[in-house]
Structure formats: structure tokens, C-alpha cells
């Protein structure tokens, strides 16, 4: 395997992980500010690990499946509290069933306010159709 694919090396500079994953360095910032990723600092240069770009893939994930940062800063404290990881999964199966219950809850919302706006302009169409039919 070629030692320079991003998952095979060691250091990243913060430019190569925004670059990879098509994020601004400002947000790779904002998430160090947050304490979720812990650079180490060369001179005034930041380096990322391979353990910093594996946190910022599972919070970006964390962010597209819609969990808050502190969702995703919970689940992260988690891989240095326990090792067999066992507390991490019970804390992802529930957050992924809370996750659910509410996206489940929205695309009924969702379902509901359509079939009404399908009614509204459905009616609203016929009023127009019967306007016109009487000129």
C-alpha cells in the first residue's frame, strides 16, 4: 500500500485534513476550540495524528446524522474512558435510537404538511378552473 494515502500516514497538517475531507480550516479550528480534537503544536504549527483525523471523521459524520457537538463530545469522551469500548456502543445504540424516534417524528410532520399543502392546492386550482369557466 502507498505510505502517502491519507489514512496511512502519520502527521497531518491542518491544510491536508481540510483538503481531504473538503472542510475549511477555520472549522477544523472551531472544533480544536471545542475540545474536540487535541493537535499537538510544533513550534506554532499544528500537527494532527492519525487519532485526530479518525476523531474528525466521526464528528463530521456525527454532524451529518444530525447530532449537536455535545452530542458528538460525549460519544468521543468515551473511547479514553473505556478501552473494550463497550460503554461507546451502548452510548451510540442510544443515541441512534433517539435520532430515529425524532427523524421518524419529522418525516410524519413532513408527510402530514404535504398531504394538507397537496389538499390546499388542489382546491385552490379547482377555485381557479371555476373562475375562469364562468367569464
Known amino acids: 500500500m502507498n505510505r502517502s494515502e491519507p489514512e496511512q500516514r502519520e502527521l497531518y497538517a491542518i491544510a491536508d485534513l481540510a483538503r481531504e475531507f473538503d472542510i475549511s480550516t477555520r472549522a477544523i479550528r472551531f472544533y480544536e476550540a471545542k475540545g474536540l480534537l487535541s493537535p499537538e503544536r510544533v513550534g506554532g504549527t499544528r500537527v494532527f495524528r492519525r487519532r485526530d483525523r479518525a476523531r474528525l471523521i466521526l464528528i463530521l459524520r456525527g454532524k451529518r446524522l444530525g447530532f ?3 452530542e458528538i463530545q460525549e460519544y468521543l469522551s468515551l473511547y479514553d474512558a473505556d478501552p473494550t469500548q463497550k460503554t ?6 442510544e443515541m441512534v435510537d433517539e435520532r430515529m424516534v425524532l427523524l421518524n417524528r419529522q418525516m410524519s410532520d413532513l408527510q402530514t404538511t ?14 381557479m378552473a371555476r373562475g375562469q369557466a364562468s367569464r
Open 68 to 70: 449537536s457537538l455535545k
Open 114 to 127: 404535504i398531504a394538507e399543502l397537496s389538499e390546499i392546492q388542489k382546491l385552490a386550482r379547482e377555485q
Open 88 to 93: 461507546q456502543i451502548a452510548k451510540l445504540v
